[in-house]
């Protein structure tokens, strides 16, 4: 898998960053993991076609997560004018979050009415779902209660790509980090103690727990920013590729 970090900032999008986005190529099977407000403008800025994306997969209910969908609809109807399905896969819900988000945006604009079919996917009971070629693992985080926050690993062939989305500390971590041949790790803050976002301190105590072969901080905000001088861990920021 090919991993583009298209927007690794918070919601205030601190330091100039675009909100979380991550471009994933498997194969030939194209896919965002998280599409913050800002994700259509950093695709565009990137030059990356945005009509190549076959799914999205949300991890919880916020618009730096989720908020650029709407734009990434009416782009691939109006825009590119597509005809192949969409993936969207979330929190249950899901398909009801996007359509009212997509109606308080533009009223008169229908999922259902779109140039191309969207086909939803919900992360269930089960915790394991079908994506196209992948396999879904998702794990509930702490966080903000009424957005449904969720870890993902995301499977395909013998890789694993791990994500922790938004959240405080959980033991659920170990879990979605294990074996992970990478895991991108939310750090907002460098010092400061939170419920329901994580601290530097916080992830370098477990370091020795998260079994994953590689370990990426992403969501920094303004304290981690200025406090990067002082941070031991590889750090993402928007435009990094990894090849895993
Ligand atoms: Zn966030």
Not at 19 to 30: H, P
Not at 90 to 110: A, D, M, R
Not at 134 to 163: M, N, S
Request: glycine content about 8%.
């Amino acid at each position: 898998m090919r991993i583009q970090f298209l927007g690794t900032g918070d919601a205030f999008c601190s330091g100039g960053r675009f909100q979380t986005c991550f471009q994933v190529i498997a194969d030939n099977f194209n896919f965002l993991i998280d599409c913050g407000a800002t994700s259509l403008l950093a695709m565009k800025a990137g030059d990356m076609a945005s009509d190549l994306i076959d799914g999205i997969i949300i991890s919880h209910f916020h618009g730096d997560h989720f908020g650029g969908l709407p734009y990434l609809l009416i782009d691939a109807n109006y825009q590119a004018k597509r005809t192949r399905p969409m993936l969207i896969a979330g929190p249950p819900g899901v398909e009801k979050s996007v359509q009212n988000l997509l109606s308080v945006l533009y009223p008169t604009v229908k999922i259902a009415e779109l140039s191309f079919e969207v086909i939803f996917k919900q992360f269930n009971s089960d915790n394991t779902i079908e994506f196209g070629p992948l396999a879904i693992e998702t794990y509930p985080v702490i966080h903000v209660e009424e957005a449904l926050p969720h870890g993902i690993r995301v499977l395909f062939k013998d890789q694993c790509l791990a994500f922790s989305g938004d959240t405080g500390w959980t033991d659920n971590l170990y879990q979605i980090a294990s074996n992970a041949d990478l895991f991108i790790c939310e750090c907002n803050y460098f010092k400061t103690v939170s419920t329901s976002h994580l601290n530097y301190p916080t992830i370098v105590s477990n370091l020795n727990k998260l079994n994953c072969k590689r370990i990426i901080l992403n969501h920094l905000g303004p304290e981690m920013l200025d406090n990067m001088n002082s941070v031991n861990l590889e750090c993402s920021y928007d435009g990094l590729t990894i090849d895993i």
